[in-house]
């Protein structure tokens, strides 16, 4: 499994951002996978997971009815779409993968992360 996100930048608060995280390792098979963030002096935090079929979802409180999480097993990727967005989302945004096909929301729970995307909202 190998994990690439992308689509991070700078975007004035209210703004909108769309992540984009490709799995290039073996999309066929049935992972669970989330996105995190990290701001600077801070410890990770869970944003939102989806399962495998993407019937299932769960957002922290922080970005529920803001933040959309969705996916593409196709083509191997799953998205993170942010509106809304304020400078407390100012973060090091990371992908997680794991084996199965439910969501997860737990750091540990992940085997699998990507490098990170930096999302920067000024106010």
């Known amino acids: 499994v190998q994990l690439q996100a992308s689509g991070g930048g700078l975007v004035q608060a209210g703004g909108s951002l769309r992540l984009s995280c490709i799995n290039s390792?073996?999309?066929?098979?049935?992972?669970?996978m989330g996105w995190f963030r990290q701001a600077f002096g801070k410890e990770r935090e869970f944003v939102a997971a989806?399962?495998?079929?993407?019937?299932?979802?769960y957002y922290a409180d922080s970005v529920k009815g803001r933040f959309t999480i969705s996916r593409d097993n196709a083509k191997g990727t799953v998205y993170l779409q942010m509106n809304s967005l304020q400078p407390e989302d100012t973060a090091v945004y990371f992908c997680?993968?794991?084996?199965?096909?439910?969501?997860?929301?737990?750091?540990?729970?992940?085997?699998?992360w990507g490098q990170g995307t930096e999302v920067t909202v000024s106010s």
């Open positions: 997680t993968a794991k084996s199965g096909t439910y969501y997860y929301t737990k750091v540990y729970d992940y085997d699998y």
């Open positions: 390792g073996h999309p066929s098979s049935p992972y669970g």
């Open positions: 989806i399962s495998w079929s993407g019937g299932a979802k």
